[in-house]
C-alpha cells in the first residue's frame, strides 16, 4: 500500500470515529487529531489530543480510534496523547461548529485567547432556538466539564453552550 | 525524558511532581464528597467537574513522578498505595468541606494559588511540568470563574452567609501560609527555572485574592505564623480518614483495574 493511500485510509478511518458525548462531531471536526505521518520504522504514528485533563471520555476515544485504524487496516500504529500545545476549542473545524448547532450547542463564540482573564467577562450567547441574546447562565459546568448550561429569558429554554478554552 | 534531569536530582523533582499532583488528588477527593450532597444539582455538577479536572492533573503529574522517581511505579501505585507521610500535600487542601461556604473559601484559595502558579510554570524548564502547567490554567480559570462567583454572591448576600464564608476565611487563612512557605525544595526548583518563585506567586495571589474579597465585602484577615507541614509529609488527622476512603479499594483488591 502506498503511503498516501495509507494516510487517506488512516484519516477516513478517524473520520468516522464520533464523540462518544457529542454523536454527529467526529473528532476530527473537534480539531483532536494534531498529526497522522509514518515513522521511521513504517508504525503509523497518530498524535491525539485530550480535550479536558481528566474527561473521561479521553479513554473511550483512544479505544475508538485504535479500533477505526485497525478495522481500516492500515498496518502497524501507535496512537500517543499530544498534551502539548495544549487543546483549544479554536481548533473545532467550521464543519464541527455547524453539527455543534444542529446538535442545539451553541458553539464557542470567543476565541480561547481572549479569555484569559475570564473571571467576571460574560458575553451575551444567542438561544438556539429563537436567536434571542436575552439568555443566562445558570451553571458554569453542565453535563460535561466542556459546557455550561444556559436558559433563553425569550422561548424560555434551557440551551447547552460549548466553552472558549 | 526531559533534558532538565542532568540539571536537576530526580529525586528532588519526584518530591517536587508529589507536592503538586497530591495538592490535585486531595483536593478532587474531597470536592468528591458533594456529589448527590450539594445545595443544587447545578452545584453538584460544578464540583464533580472541578473534582475531575483535578484529578486528571494529578494523574498526569503523579505518573510524571513515578517516571521520573524510575523505580516503575504508576499513577495509581503512587496515588493509592503509599502511606500517611509520604503524601506531599498542603494540608490546606485536606481540611473537610464543613458548610457549602467553606468549601467555596478553600476553593477559591487554592484555585487563585493553582492559577497564579501555572501560569507562571507554563513556561518551565521543564517541558513536561510546562505542558502539564499550560494544559491545566485553560480549566484552572474556569474553576476560580465558578468559585469566586460564589464566593461574591455569598460574601455580599444575606447576613447569614456573610458571617459563615468571613468565618471560614479566619478558620482557614492560616493555612495559605504554607503555600508560600519556600523550603530548600522550592528554591531548588526555581533557581532551576523549573518552578517560579514562590514569593512571586504570593504578590500575584494577595493582589487577586484581595480583588476578590473586596468585591464579596469580606475582610482578608490578618496573617500570623502558623506552622506547616504537609509539604514534608506531616499531615492533620484528616488525611487518614481520606486515604482510608480513597485507598480501601485497592488495598482490599490489590490491582483491581475498571
Same mark, same amino acid.
Given at each position: 500500500m502506498n503511503s498516501d493511500r495509507r494516510l487517506s485510509l488512516?484519516?477516513?478511518?478517524?473520520?468516522?470515529?464520533?464523540?462518544?458525548?457529542?454523536?454527529?462531531l467526529s473528532i476530527v471536526d473537534l480539531g483532536l487529531i494534531r498529526s497522522v505521518k509514518p515513522q521511521s520504522d513504517g508504525v503509523l504514528e497518530v498524535g491525539l489530543s485530550p480535550t479536558y485533563i481528566g474527561c473521561p471520555a479521553t479513554e473511550v476515544i483512544r479505544r475508538s480510534v485504535e479500533g477505526a485504524l485497525r478495522n481500516a487496516g492500515v498496518g502497524a500504529f501507535v496512537v500517543t496523547s499530544v498534551l502539548s500545545p495544549a487543546w483549544s476549542s479554536d481548533w473545532i473545524t467550521a464543519e464541527g461548529?455547524?453539527?455543534?448547532?444542529?446538535?442545539?450547542?451553541?458553539?464557542?463564540?470567543?476565541?480561547a485567547s481572549s479569555m484569559r482573564d475570564i473571571l467576571r467577562q460574560d458575553r451575551p450567547v444567542a438561544c438556539p432556538r429563537?436567536?434571542?441574546?436575552?439568555?443566562?447562565?445558570?451553571?458554569?459546568f453542565g453535563s460535561t466539564p466542556c459546557k455550561a448550561l444556559h436558559r433563553c429569558r425569550g422561548c424560555l429554554e434551557p440551551f447547552e453552550y460549548f466553552k472558549c478554552i | 525524558?526531559?533534558?532538565? /534531569?542532568?540539571?536537576v536530582d530526580a =529525586?528532588? /523533582?519526584?518530591? #517536587?511532581? /508529589?507536592?503538586?499532583?497530591?495538592?490535585?488528588?486531595v483536593l478532587g477527593q474531597r470536592l468528591g464528597e458533594w456529589v448527590g450532597h450539594a445545595p443544587a444539582l447545578e452545584e453538584d455538577l460544578g464540583l464533580a467537574n472541578i473534582a475531575l479536572d483535578l484529578i486528571g492533573q494529578a494523574r498526569l503529574l503523579l505518573t510524571y513522578a513515578g517516571e521520573v522517581e524510575g523505580r516503575g511505579r504508576g499513577e495509581d501505585e503512587i496515588a493509592f498505595l503509599r502511606e500517611h507521610g509520604e503524601y506531599l500535600n498542603a494540608i490546606l487542601v485536606e481540611q473537610p468541606n464543613g458548610d457549602f461556604g467553606q468549601t467555596i473559601v478553600r476553593q477559591v484559595l487554592i484555585d487563585a494559588f493553582q492559577l497564579e502558579l501555572y501560569e507562571r510554570m507554563a513556561t518551565s524548564t521543564d517541558e513536561r511540568l510546562a505542558a502539564i502547567a499550560a @494544559?491545566? $490554567? @485553560?480549566?484552572?480559570?474556569?474553576? !476560580?470563574? #465558578?468559585?469566586?462567583? &460564589?464566593? $461574591?454572591?455569598?460574601?455580599?448576600?444575606?447576613?447569614?452567609?456573610?458571617?459563615?464564608? =468571613?468565618?471560614?476565611?479566619?478558620? !482557614? &487563612?492560616? #493555612?495559605?501560609?504554607? !503555600?508560600?512557605? +519556600?523550603? +530548600? /525544595?522550592?528554591?531548588?526548583?526555581?533557581?532551576?527555572?523549573?518552578?517560579?518563585r514562590l514569593s512571586d506567586v504570593q504578590v500575584a495571589w494577595v493582589r487577586r485574592i484581595d480583588e476578590i474579597l473586596a468585591e464579596a465585602t469580606l475582610k482578608r484577615p490578618r496573617d500570623r505564623p502558623h506552622s506547616w507541614h504537609g509539604k514534608r509529609g506531616q499531615h492533620s488527622e484528616h488525611l487518614g480518614y481520606i486515604l482510608a476512603e480513597m485507598q480501601h479499594l485497592q488495598r482490599t483488591y490489590p490491582g483491581a483495574r475498571w
Amino acid at each position: 500500500m502506498n503511503s498516501d493511500r495509507r494516510l487517506s485510509l488512516a484519516w477516513s478511518a478517524l473520520e468516522s470515529v464520533e464523540d462518544p458525548e457529542i454523536p454527529t462531531l467526529s473528532i476530527v471536526d473537534l480539531g483532536l487529531i494534531r498529526s497522522v505521518k509514518p515513522q521511521s520504522d513504517g508504525v503509523l504514528e497518530v498524535g491525539l489530543s485530550p480535550t479536558y485533563i481528566g474527561c473521561p471520555a479521553t479513554e473511550v476515544i483512544r479505544r475508538s480510534v485504535e479500533g477505526a485504524l485497525r478495522n481500516a487496516g492500515v498496518g502497524a500504529f501507535v496512537v500517543t496523547s499530544v498534551l502539548s500545545p495544549a487543546w483549544s476549542s479554536d481548533w473545532i473545524t467550521a464543519e464541527g461548529r455547524r453539527k455543534l448547532e444542529i446538535y442545539g450547542i451553541v458553539p464557542p463564540q470567543q476565541s480561547a485567547s481572549s479569555m484569559r482573564d475570564i473571571l467576571r467577562q460574560d458575553r451575551p450567547v444567542a438561544c438556539p432556538r429563537c436567536q434571542s441574546t436575552d439568555t443566562e447562565c445558570i451553571s458554569e459546568f453542565g453535563s460535561t466539564p466542556c459546557k455550561a448550561l444556559h436558559r433563553c429569558r425569550g422561548c424560555l429554554e434551557p440551551f447547552e453552550y460549548f466553552k472558549c478554552i | 525524558m526531559s533534558a532538565t /534531569l542532568d540539571r536537576v536530582d530526580a =529525586q528532588a /523533582l519526584f518530591r #517536587y511532581a /508529589l507536592r503538586l499532583g497530591d495538592l490535585s488528588l486531595v483536593l478532587g477527593q474531597r470536592l468528591g464528597e458533594w456529589v448527590g450532597h450539594a445545595p443544587a444539582l447545578e452545584e453538584d455538577l460544578g464540583l464533580a467537574n472541578i473534582a475531575l479536572d483535578l484529578i486528571g492533573q494529578a494523574r498526569l503529574l503523579l505518573t510524571y513522578a513515578g517516571e521520573v522517581e524510575g523505580r516503575g511505579r504508576g499513577e495509581d501505585e503512587i496515588a493509592f498505595l503509599r502511606e500517611h507521610g509520604e503524601y506531599l500535600n498542603a494540608i490546606l487542601v485536606e481540611q473537610p468541606n464543613g458548610d457549602f461556604g467553606q468549601t467555596i473559601v478553600r476553593q477559591v484559595l487554592i484555585d487563585a494559588f493553582q492559577l497564579e502558579l501555572y501560569e507562571r510554570m507554563a513556561t518551565s524548564t521543564d517541558e513536561r511540568l510546562a505542558a502539564i502547567a499550560a @494544559k491545566s $490554567v @485553560k480549566e484552572i480559570r474556569y474553576h !476560580l470563574r #465558578y468559585s469566586s462567583g &460564589w464566593l $461574591v454572591r455569598l460574601g455580599d448576600g444575606t447576613e447569614d452567609s456573610h458571617a459563615r464564608v =468571613q468565618s471560614a476565611l479566619e478558620t !482557614l &487563612w492560616p #493555612y495559605t501560609v504554607e !503555600l508560600f512557605a +519556600e523550603d +530548600e /525544595l522550592d528554591r531548588t526548583m526555581a533557581d532551576h527555572g523549573v518552578a517560579p518563585r514562590l514569593s512571586d506567586v504570593q504578590v500575584a495571589w494577595v493582589r487577586r485574592i484581595d480583588e476578590i474579597l473586596a468585591e464579596a465585602t469580606l475582610k482578608r484577615p490578618r496573617d500570623r505564623p502558623h506552622s506547616w507541614h504537609g509539604k514534608r509529609g506531616q499531615h492533620s488527622e484528616h488525611l487518614g480518614y481520606i486515604l482510608a476512603e480513597m485507598q480501601h479499594l485497592q488495598r482490599t483488591y490489590p490491582g483491581a483495574r475498571w
